[in-house]
């Protein structure tokens, strides 16, 4: 019984804080009232939020009958989005991984689109390799402790899999430094 109280009592703070995070809204009533809206928008475009961003910030003053200067924030964040929006930060924000919300401006946009996705490619290649090297190592444990002769064998026949996985997983990696490399010697780019 105390079991099952417990289990309700953890339930019901889980749901509770995720609630509560759900509605966070991104400025409380002091900051909707005292913010820079240029400030701001410059945060938010070199974040490399879209522009529709904007609509966040009204739906949370709106919440305390507080106006959003669309314009100052639209001002600022032109500038914050053609800082975000260079080829050296598309590399790195793709080399990290991270989301790319389409918010970069047209004339802006191949470029940076170009260097996220080399970046991203090893990215996800490195994040490949890394994912394949750990189901080898949680096979070459149970090969370790397998007792049958049987288990044993059908564990050989699979880490001889995944190693030739483990080797594409390699190769993929390198296709990708390389085409980085590529990328930042014919663009001038710094290495980083």
């Not at 609509?55 to 200067?69: G, M, T």
């Not at 790319?100 to 994040?127: E, W």
């Not at 049987?150 to 996985?165: C, F, P, T, V, Y």
Request: glycine fraction near 6%.
């Amino acid at each position: 019984m105390i079991a099952g109280n417990f289990r309700l009592a953890a339930f019901g703070a889980a749901a509770a804080g995720l609630m509560a995070l759900s509605s966070c809204a991104t400025l409380n009533e002091q900051q909707c009232a005292t913010v820079s809206w240029v400030q701001l928008g410059q945060e938010d475009g070199a974040a490399g939020r879209p522009a529709s961003y904007v609509q966040q910030h009204e739906q949370a003053c709106s919440k305390h009958k507080l106006p959003v200067n669309r314009a100052e924030w639209q001002t600022g964040w032109d500038v914050g989005i053609r800082a975000y929006c260079t080829p050296a930060n598309g590399l790195s924000e793709g080399r990290e991984g991270r989301y790319y919300a389409n918010s970069c401006p047209a004339d802006l946009a191949a470029d940076f689109q170009t260097a996220y996705h080399i970046g991203k490619r090893l990215y996800d290649a490195r994040t490949e390799r890394t994912r394949v090297q750990n189901e080898l190592d949680a096979l070459l444990v149970k090969l370790k402790d397998a007792k049958k002769r049987e288990e044993q064998d059908a564990l050989r026949l699979e880490i001889d899999l995944k190693r030739s996985s483990l080797y594409s997983a390699d190769s993929r990696v390198r296709d990708a430094e390389r085409a980085l490399d590529f990328y930042i010697l014919s663009s001038n780019l710094p290495r980083g």
